[in-house]
């Protein structure tokens, strides 16, 4: 399978805004049911602002990591909020992963991912278990880390990933949250799928057709 | 069903709001060319004062931009309706507001806010600006005492601000700001109620259920679920709820002074708020808790959430001082 480039990259991320988009309400009507019903929304405009950005983007002269630091930047200016810090750091910690590669093969795209969830991680400080996004994407990278220690290519690592952060999401369910607005409701947030999470399935969905299936 | 309200686009929805507070107080406000999220006092701001930022999401207005003015804050970082501002604007308050003294940043204990204002304080930090931070933690419903610092910020936050804002404004060094802001914070308590749920500009639908007999005690100001769903009752029983679970916290002795915030989540009517502000009376009144001042109204909205919240601050001399001190902001004046 070819490697990835700068163009493949704005398609994922175009790919992403139109996952994002289709899935909006959804997302902000579980935010509704333990948060603060935003976070479609949020989401949505983030991911617009990242794709405007990139629209402006020379693609001749840009390399992946530019691709990924200016998504940082727009995500971040428009939207705030709590994923706008996590995604931010989780995208500038991509770039670093990938700074002055050209192309990007099966490794560096899964250190890419690696690196986003550290991001995360060490932004956010959440751990597996907290009811967050992170118990989507740890799993995520887990898994792709562990298909390419197996020699799967990339498509099947990132399929990895996907079917990890599914499973990792619904997972959130039975869990209590100790971060975010739903920290403060207790038990009652019990039986409730966290919203980062299901958009990180989202977004892993939409990296794994646009990267994953490309001809 | 749809909800209705008076926008246009609601991806404008911030931008046209802002458009029309400038309009509206040419003489106390500004908004930066290049950041309209960044909004300073015309008046406030000066050379050796400790510049107060406070910030947030939108949708609570009056709180933020409403409450800056001189005696107050000096400038106001604006978020998209409930998530917290990014860092670029908080940064650019910052800066605007620096005069020599430092900065201090103040605004509720919400995850989201803590992480784009921290990063901002690590952004004013590399332009050499000292940056403080007072979260505020007033909901006693969101969490026991004994973890007070996990509390959300809510309508509390007018008392807080004010003191604060006070404190900067009588130029003390930054060390004394920051020290009446905690205490400030530590001595507000606050816990309300939702009676109907709000809704987002994008999406036009109510953003939590509720039965047509129940009310949600201990809500987030965020729309988001309070901490115990029960049937409604009436204003006194509600009044006597709220009170009963700060007036257990608050160590008033008789004779102690509070000052009293009755405040609307954004459609329940003054006529309500004051019908619940005379149980607060009663209640107080019985235990020889007297009041040096009350404001009812809308201080800290939720949209058009159908609810209240009463907020009471232990005073001291120096709060009373504080809270006395003039401000002419764009929304709330003490003369």
């Not at chain 2, 802002?18 to 309009?23: F, P, R, S, W």
């Not at chain 2, 103040?106 to 930090?125: K, R, T, V």
Request: aromatic residues 4%; negative net charge.
């Amino acid at each position: 399978m070819s490697d990835i480039t700068t163009k493949d990259l704005i398609t994922m991320f175009v790919g992403i805004a139109a996952a994002i988009e289709a899935e909006k309400g959804r997302l902000s009507e579980l935010d509704g049911v333990i948060g603060d019903a935003d976070h479609g929304v949020t989401m949505s405009i983030g991911f617009s602002a990242v794709n405007e950005a990139l629209s402006r983007l020379d693609q001749g002269s840009a390399d992946p990591a530019t691709v990924l630091s200016t998504s940082a930047k727009a995500f971040l200016n428009a939207v705030g909020a709590t994923s706008g810090p996590l995604y931010a750091t989780a995208f500038i910690r991509a770039a670093a992963a990938i700074k002055g590669r050209p192309v990007l093969d099966r490794d560096a795209v899964v250190d890419m991912v690696s690196a986003m969830v550290k991001g995360i991680r060490d932004r956010g400080k959440a751990d597996r278990g907290d009811k967050t996004m992170i118990d989507a994407w740890l799993p995520a990278a887990e898994a792709a880390e562990a298909a390419r220690i197996a020699g799967r290519d990339l498509s099947e690592c990132l399929d990895a990933a996907l079917f990890a952060a599914q499973a990792g999401a619904e997972a959130t369910k039975s869990m209590v949250a100790s971060k975010g607005r739903a920290s403060r409701l207790g038990e009652r947030a019990i039986g409730h799928i966290d919203p980062g999470a299901a958009s990180a399935v989202v977004i892993l969905g939409a990296i794994e057709r646009t990267l994953g299936h490309r001809s | 069903m749809k909800t209705k309200k008076l926008i246009n686009d609601p991806k404008y929805v911030i931008e046209e709001m802002l458009e029309g507070i400038m309009a509206a107080h040419p003489d106390h406000l500004r908004q930066l060319p290049r950041n309209p999220r960044v909004v300073v006092a015309r008046h406030g701001p000066r050379r050796d004062k400790v510049g107060l930022v406070i910030g947030g999401g939108s949708g609570h207005e009056p709180t933020f931009v409403g409450f800056v003015g001189k005696g107050l804050a000096d400038a106001a970082a604006i978020g998209n309706v409930f998530a917290s501002p990014p860092p670029d604007p908080i940064h650019e308050c910052a800066k605007a507001v620096d005069g020599g003294a430092g900065v201090l940043f103040m605004y509720g204990n919400y995850a989201g806010d803590i992480m784009n204002f921290d990063m901002a304080a690590e952004l004013a930090a590399m332009d050499n600006i000292e940056v403080r931070t007072v979260l505020t933690t007033d909901d006693v419903a969101s969490a026991p005492r004994d973890r007070r610092g996990d509390r959300r910020g809510v309508a509390g936050n007018f008392f807080i601000f004010k003191a604060a804002g006070g404190a900067c404004d009588k130029m003390w060094a930054i060390d004394e700001c920051e020290r009446a802001a905690r205490k400030a914070n530590d001595q507000t308590y606050t816990m309300g109620v939702a009676l109907t749920p709000c809704s987002l500009p994008q999406t036009l639908k109510p953003n939590f259920d509720i039965g047509p007999d129940e009310m949600e005690i201990g809500l987030g100001i965020h729309g988001e679920p309070g901490v115990a769903r029960e049937p409604l009752k009436s204003a006194d029983a509600v009044t006597d709820e709220i009170l009963d679970r700060i007036l257990a916290e608050m160590p008033a002795s008789r004779g102690d002074k509070v000052a009293i915030l009755v405040n609307s989540l954004g459609s329940t009517s003054l006529m309500e708020l004051y019908v619940m502000n005379r149980r607060v009376r009663q209640r107080l009144d019985a235990n020889g808790i007297g009041v040096h001042k009350t404001w009812v109204g809308h201080y800290c909205t939720s949209l058009e959430m159908a609810g209240a919240s009463i907020s009471l601050m232990l005073l001291d001399e120096e709060l009373i001082s504080l809270l006395d001190h003039p401000c002419d902001c764009a929304m709330f004046r003490v003369p």
